[in-house]
């Protein structure tokens, strides 16, 4: 999860929304401090919408205040959503032009055709 | 182990029934108009052999000129990266190694520098999905296939530092090369790094050099002629690889594993030992702001002004 919130698409094709076939549950260990420092390059709006797309049931906040940044309760959720659900079969599409990325066995293939590139 | 130009590779299967391998032990001949590609005799190496340890660096390596002994077989592999990454720290860095190949430089970097996240991509879906394979529990770590030379799936501006081993050489010539370097400069922070090393083909030594910093988005901050360490890593590794080759590579791909290894004798060494082939290493800045409007007040200023 926390890839498909840097990946974006040719242009400005950010965020790409993602379709999932196949989501797996991993266990990672918890690092209170990664997690506090990586919140700092997250798109949470994008973030919120990855989550709704991939119906998980996992109720996030409207919105990331500072202070929700230091929150135990609230890093935790943030861990188990960035790093211990992994997309393994399912597709990432541009919101502009609707181009979709597979994802095989949790790889996302960015790949362009010839006639794509510019 | 790195890439031959076309013509070299065109010689050697046209001389050899060559006859492809691959680890399901499916045998595909290639066609004429194939092994003339780069990236289909890359995609081979790549899935060739994909899950043997020893095999799981792809490039020449590194080696201090007082060291002798090569106990380690990836050992040179991992003091290149050491080289390329030089004083620059992964730690809480967003990185992207492109090309990555089959992720052990990768991993290698994680497990020392503990980055924020570190992104591995690579043309070749099947390298990638070895890295997948044996890398994917490592949950800073993850994979994707993308081109580099067309476009990186990335958004402006958002990766701290970028990591090219010993692989621009083989994107297909300067229009590629600049295009990827176009691409890195766009995804890096101001003042993010870029850190490269490579064979450098001889009409001019830092050819390649010269193709990544044409954009005038990267300044070259360190440069090195790295040749006779690298060759030095080649010299020490030689008899471990011939003995590995002879032991495990089928007897119809010895040959082209050792031109793959670079070992003395084939055509890359001589190159590099003779001074028609030189390999670099090089530490690129992303401009700043700051950066241009210092280079228009040094071309407007005279002499004696001071600068900063």
């Not at chain 1, 498909?4 to 797996?24: D, H």
Request: overall charge negative; proline content about 4%; hydrophobic content about 35%.
């Amino acid at each position: 999860m926390l890839t498909s919130n840097i990946l974006k698409g040719v242009t400005k094709g950010f965020p790409l929304k993602i379709k999932a076939v196949k989501v797996e549950n991993v266990s990672v260990d918890y690092n209170r401090d990664f997690v506090a420092r990586i919140l700092q390059r997250i798109e949470y709006g994008a973030l919120q919408s990855a989550v709704k797309d991939l119906g998980l049931n996992e109720s996030l906040p409207e919105t990331m205040s500072d202070a929700m940044q230091q929150d135990d309760e609230f890093l935790k959720l943030m861990h188990k959503v960035l790093l211990e659900y992994e997309i393994e079969e399912g597709e990432l599409i541009c919101p502009e032009t609707g181009r979709k990325f597979p994802i095989s066995k949790g790889i996302p293939n960015m790949l362009l055709q010839e006639t794509e590139v510019s | 182990m790195s890439l031959r130009t076309p013509e070299l590779l065109t010689t050697q299967v046209t001389s050899s029934q060559f006859v492809l391998f691959r680890d399901n032990e499916v045998e595909q001949q290639p066609s004429s108009e194939d092994v003339d590609s780069l990236s289909f005799w890359y995609e081979w190496i790549a899935n060739a052999y994909s899950n043997v340890d020893e095999l799981q660096f792809m490039n020449y390596g590194y080696a201090d000129f007082d060291e002798h002994i090569d106990n380690d077989s990836n050992y040179c592999s991992k003091q290149l990266y050491k080289e390329v990454l030089a004083q620059v720290s992964l730690t809480n860095q967003t990185v992207l190694e492109v090309s990555c190949g089959r992720g052990a430089g990768a991993v290698w970097c994680v497990d020392n520098y503990v980055p924020d996240s570190y992104v591995g991509a690579d043309l070749s879906s099947g390298v990638i999905d070895v890295c997948r394979q044996r890398h994917s529990m490592k949950p800073r770590l993850s994979f994707v296939v993308a081109d580099a030379t067309k476009y990186l799936p990335f958004a402006n501006e958002s990766l701290d530092i970028v990591i090219c081993v010993e692989a621009t050489h083989a994107y297909g010539g300067p229009i590629a090369v600049k295009q990827f370097a176009s691409e890195v400069a766009r995804v890096l922070r101001p003042n993010g790094y870029f850190l490269w090393c490579d064979l450098c083909h001889i009409d001019g030594s830092d050819t390649s050099i010269d193709y990544l910093t044409a954009n005038g988005k990267l300044i070259v901050e360190e440069k090195i002629n790295i040749t006779r360490n690298v060759l030095h890593a080649l010299d020490i590794q030689s008899n471990t690889r011939t003995q590995f080759i002879e032991r495990y590579v089928r007897p119809r791909e010895q040959e082209y594993f050792r031109l793959f290894a670079g070992l003395p004798g084939t055509p890359m060494y001589n190159g590099m030992d003779e001074g028609r082939i030189q390999y670099w290493r090089a530490i690129f800045r992303k401009k700043t702001t700051t950066d241009m409007s210092i280079t228009r007040v040094r071309r407007l200023s005279f002499p004696s002004i001071p600068h900063y």
